[in-house]
C-alpha cells in the first residue's frame, strides 16, 4: 500500500475503458500514479468508453494503449510498471455460450500473454479481477477454499485466467506476486448495459420493459464500484506471493428486492416481463469476506440504497439517447449479469 501510495508510481490498467476500469484509472490517478490504461474499445467511435474515460484522457499522468492484448507488444506496455491491474476481459455469463472463441482469447490467452510480459519486465505484482461465477450452484456463503465448480463458459475462463494467474506467482523463480479478486455482482454509475442493475433503473427512468430472468426470488450479493476499486487497490498491497480473495458487498439481496429499490430511488415503477431463468444462471451468490477482512483490511462502506441512489443520479444525468442503450427493448431471452 506505501508503494501505491507513492506519488509518480507507474500502475497499468488494463479493461481501462471498461466499467470497472475506468473508475479504477480515476482512483489511481487521485492517488498520485502514473497510469497506463489499456482498452481495445476505440476511443472514437464507441461511445462508452469516450463517456468512460472522458474525464481523464488529458490528464498529464494519463497514457493511453489501444489494442487488443492479444497482439499489443506487451511487454512495452508493462515496462517500469510496479503493479498490473488486469480486468480486460469479455465479461457475461449467458453470451459465453455462443461466443466463446473470444471468450478464451481475452479471458484466458491474454491473460497468460500479460503473466509473460510481466515477468519478463520483472513486475512485482499483478492484481487479477476474477468473479463470484467461478463458484457455480452454491447454497451456502461462497469461501475462497471451496471447490470452484463453474457453470457457465465465462466462469470457466475467468477460473482459468485466476489459475494460470496463480501459477505463474507460484513458480520457484517467480518474483511476481499475484492476488485475484473474485467481484460479487458489481454495480454503481457506468455499469454495464447488459447488467440488471443498470437495466432496472434505466427500465425505472424511461418507462421501457425490464425482463427479469427468473421468478425474482434469486438472490446476489451486490458490490458498489468504489468498494471493489478501494480493494483493489489494496491487493496491490497485499503481501503474499499468490492470494485469492473475495470482494462483496456484505449482503445478498433478491432480484424482487432490488426492484422494490428501484422503484423507491426513481419514485417510478419498473415495468417487468419474466422469462425463464437462463443456463449458467445460479440461484443465489453471497460471499464469505473473512479472507478480505484479514489480507485488505476490507469492509465495504456502500449500502444498496444509498449505491442505487447514487447510481440512479448517475443515470439522470445521461443524454435519452445514452439512457436508452441501457434499456434494451423486451427480450425473451438475453444477456445476463456476469458474476
Ligand atoms: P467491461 O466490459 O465494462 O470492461 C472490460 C473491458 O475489457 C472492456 O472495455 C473491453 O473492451 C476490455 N477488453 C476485453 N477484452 C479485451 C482484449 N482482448 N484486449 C483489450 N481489452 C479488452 O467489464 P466490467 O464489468 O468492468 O468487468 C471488469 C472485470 O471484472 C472483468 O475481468 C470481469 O470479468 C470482472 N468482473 C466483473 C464483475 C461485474 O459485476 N461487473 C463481476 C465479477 C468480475
Known amino acids: ?27 489511481l490517478l487521485g492517488r498520485g500514479c502514473e497510469v497506463v490504461g489499456i482498452d481495445r474499445r476505440s476511443l472514437r467511435s464507441q461511445t462508452l468508453a469516450r463517456l468512460h474515460l472522458g474525464d481523464v484522457l488529458d490528464h498529464p499522468r494519463f497514457s493511453w494503449v489501444e489494442g487488443d492484448l492479444t497482439d499489443l507488444n506487451l511487454n512495452e506496455v508493462v515496462d517500469g510498471c510496479m503493479y498490473v491491474f488486469h480486468l480486460a476481459a469479455v465479461p457475461g455469463v449467458r453470451s459465453s455460450w455462443t461466443g466463446f472463441e473470444d471468450y478464451i482469447a481475452s479471458n484466458v490467452v491474454a491473460t497468460e500473454r500479460l503473466l509473460r510480459a510481466c515477468r ?33 463458459p465465462y466462469g470457466v475462463t475467468k477460473l482459468a485466467g485466476e489459475q494460470i494467474c496463480l501459477a505463474y506467482a507460484k513458480r520457484p523463480d517467480s518474483r511476481l506476486s499475484v492476488t485475484a479478486l473474485r467481484y460479487f455482482t458489481v454495480y454503481g454509475p457506468r455499469q454495464r448495459p447488459d447488467m440488471a442493475i443498470a437495466r432496472i433503473l434505466a427500465a425505472a427512468l424511461t418507462g421501457e420493459q425490464y425482463t427479469i430472468f427468473g ?25 503474499v506471493p499468490a492470494a485469492v480473495i473475495n470482494i462483496g458487498g456484505g449482503s445478498s439481496v433478491s432480484m424482487i428486492d432490488v426492484i422494490g429499490l428501484a422503484r423507491e430511488v426513481t419514485g417510478n415503477p419498473v415495468p417487468l416481463t419474466a422469462v425463464p431463468a437462463q443456463p449458467g444462471d445460479v440461484r443465489a451468490t453471497a460471499a464469505n469476506l473473512s479472507m478480505a477482512r484479514l489480507l485488505l483490511g476490507y469492509q465495504p462502506r456502500t449500502d444498496l440504497r444509498t449505491g442505487m441512489t447514487r447510481h440512479a443520479g448517475w443515470m439522470r444525468g445521461l443524454t435519452p439517447h445514452l439512457l436508452r442503450t441501457y434499456a434494451p427493448p423486451p427480450m425473451i431471452t438475453g444477456p445476463k449479469e456476469a458474476t
Open 1 to 27: 500500500m506505501t508503494g501505491i501510495a507513492a506519488p509518480g508510481t507507474k500502475v497499468a490498467v488494463t479493461g481501462a475503458a471498461g466499467f470497472i476500469g475506468s473508475h479504477l484509472v480515476e482512483a
Open 120 to 152: 519478463e519486465a520483472g513486475t512485482p505484482k499483478l492484481v487479477f479481477a476474477s468473479s463470484s461465477s467461478v463458484y457455480g450452484m452454491v447454497d451456502t456463503l461462497s469461501a475462497e477454499n471451496d471447490v470452484a465448480m463453474p457453470v457457465s
Open 215 to 239: 421468478d425474482g426470488t434469486e438472490r446476489r450479493e451486490f458490490t458498489y464500484v468504489d468498494d471493489v476499486v478501494e480493494a483493489t487497490i489494496a491487493a496491490a498491497g497485499v503481501d
